[in-house]
């Protein structure tokens, strides 16, 4: 298992298209590139935290190859956000008591 999570900062104005454009890259890593799921949070400072599961490190490694429909997500990304900014990433669990 791999798990990364990072903050998303939006471009002003463009938090709403930030969000339906993060919805749709996360249903297309789980469709064509082996994702577990991701989850977008709003942090107490208001800010996109987004959570993201793979099934490991290689697996997470390779959804960098060039997919090409993948290529029209990408370019909303790169419309909408303004920063990914990487907080934290675990291919190596201590515990776990969650469902």
């Known amino acids: ?10 471009k002003d104005g463009f938090e709403a298209e930030t969000i339906r454009a ?4 996360s249903a297309l890593l789980k469709l064509h590139c082996g994702s577990e799921g ?11 935290f987004a959570y993201a599961k793979w099934p490991s490190l290689e ?3 390779q959804r960098e190859r060039d997919i090409a429909v993948l290529n029209e997500a990408r370019a ?5 956000v303004l ?8 291919s190596e669990v201590i515990f776990s008591n969650a469902g």
């Open 22 to 25: 993060a919805r749709n890259m």
């Open 59 to 61: 697996i997470w490694k």
């Open 76 to 80: 909303d990304m790169d419309r909408f």
């Open 1 to 10: 298992m791999f798990v990364s999570s990072f903050k998303i900062i939006a």
């Open 38 to 48: 991701s989850i977008l949070y709003r942090g107490l400072d208001g800010g996109l």
């Open 83 to 90: 920063e990914t900014l990487p907080l934290f990433s675990s």
